[in-house]
């Protein structure tokens, strides 16, 4: 089955400054790989997702660029805010019915203000 | 609209005994998973619903673990004869399609077993 790493677990950084947490998934035949932002004692929310079809995708201060060939990919967060605190949690799974999402263990991000 | 809810929120069980977690999807979502989160560490899957079938079970730890949907809406995770390592949190997850898409959570079951 997929396995996915993350890294770092965890990540400080000074608000203003860019945050750039790394993901690598074993199973070539993965085809989807969403972000989920998660605070504390919250539901994990979606950040932003990329197909394998693409490389790269921006959402106004969130980035992910995904490499097929290394497999891996990334999530950048430019100008981070003190509300962008979280668990943020990368995840990989193939894109068909019954498509379970196979998490990495999480990075703890911390913006310091 | 309405998210996706759970009921309880939180739940403290005697080890030993039975209890029952519930998920309201988001309503005409065929796709409903549940995922088990320890704590400090991403979800894990349990099981896996199109409408009322259950087509994934791969994921329950042990054959305490029974979950269903039997209208194919509103689902139920039952755990027998709880364990301390039972303790987690239980996210329940749907998505509109039988293929993939987006999946939506809700916010949680966090058990503990004393």
């Known amino acids: 089955g997929e396995n996915v790493e993350q890294h770092p677990s965890t990540l400080s950084v000074q608000e203003g400054d860019s945050a750039v947490i790394k993901c690598t998934y074993s199973?070539?035949?993965?085809?989807?790989f969403p972000w989920y932002k998660q605070e504390l004692g919250k539901r994990p929310q979606l950040i932003i997702d990329?197909?394998?079809?693409?490389g790269e995708k921006k959402d106004q201060r969130i980035a992910v660029t995904l490499n097929k060939t290394a497999k891996h990919f990334s999530l950048h967060i430019t100008e981070t805010q003190p509300e962008d605190s979280a668990v943020y949690f990368c995840?990989?799974?193939?894109?068909?019915?019954?498509?379970?999402?196979?998490f990495g263990g999480g990075t703890r991000l911390m913006v310091k203000p | 609209g309405a998210g996706v809810s759970q009921s309880p929120r939180y739940k403290v069980a005697k080890r030993g005994q039975d209890v029952a977690l519930r998920c309201d999807p988001i309503?005409?979502?065929?796709?409903l998973f549940w995922y088990q989160q320890a704590l400090g560490q991403g979800p894990e899957f349990l099981t896996y619903?199109?409408?009322?079938?259950?087509?994934?079970k791969s994921g329950l730890p042990s054959d305490r673990f029974f979950a269903e949907r039997p209208e194919g809406s509103v689902s139920t995770l039952k755990i027998q004869r709880t364990q301390q390592e039972d303790s987690a949190v239980y996210l329940c997850a749907s998505s509109l399609a039988r293929s993939g898409d987006e999946q939506y959570f809700g916010p949680g079951t966090r058990l503990t077993v004393t």
């Open positions: 619903f199109q409408n009322e079938a259950q087509l994934d």
């Open positions: 309503s005409g979502h065929v796709s």
């Open positions: 199973d070539s035949a993965s085809n989807y």
């Open positions: 990329i197909r394998s079809n693409v």
């Open positions: 995840a990989a799974t193939l894109n068909n019915a019954g498509n379970m999402l196979t």
